[in-house]
């Protein structure tokens, strides 16, 4: 299941995200890793992939602050606000979504994801997040949490417009460890 917060933070916050963000000169399209070309999509890192280091400091520290909103607005439950992996995705009408599984090598982290375009309608754009076989509407200023490990992805986007989205990988709080599976974590479960 996933949890979505609504009104996480002011959409002013999220627009200088996105102004930042495209004028930078780092995206690269690595991601999908070990699909062909055209089956990519442009990707912006801000902090790690996987150590942590801080890409871009002036846009670590506007998206700390959506991270502690996130945080904040669920009650300081579910994730620790640390930033493991953060990024800014693109995507578009052009390219159909694959459907994928993150941090499958762990069990420790859980994700975070909105989309930063402030006229973003998913009623007539498309582009909702879609996670086991469900798609979520996400409105500007909403942010969802969700189990990395079960098969998400955007869904179609059916409009010309590009589709800016902050995901975040964070650790999970220790005391929403599954004790059914022998240690091993399934955060979304205890979503409502
Ligand atoms: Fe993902």
Partial sequence: MVKIIRNVCHQSVLDLILD???KSESWHWRYPINVEFDKKHIKLDIVGPDDGRIKDPFLTGLISSVLLQVWEANNRELFIPEMIYAGVAIKDRHRKDNVHTDDDHRDDTIKILGILNKDWDPETMGGGFMHDGVVHKLRPTD???FDPRIPHAADDIICNKKRFALDFSVPVQPNYADGNSG??????????
């Fill in 20 to 22: 930042t963000a495209a």
């Fill in 183 to 192: 240690g091993h974590r399934h955060p979304a479960n205890v979503i409502v």
């Fill in 143 to 145: 942010f969802c949490i």
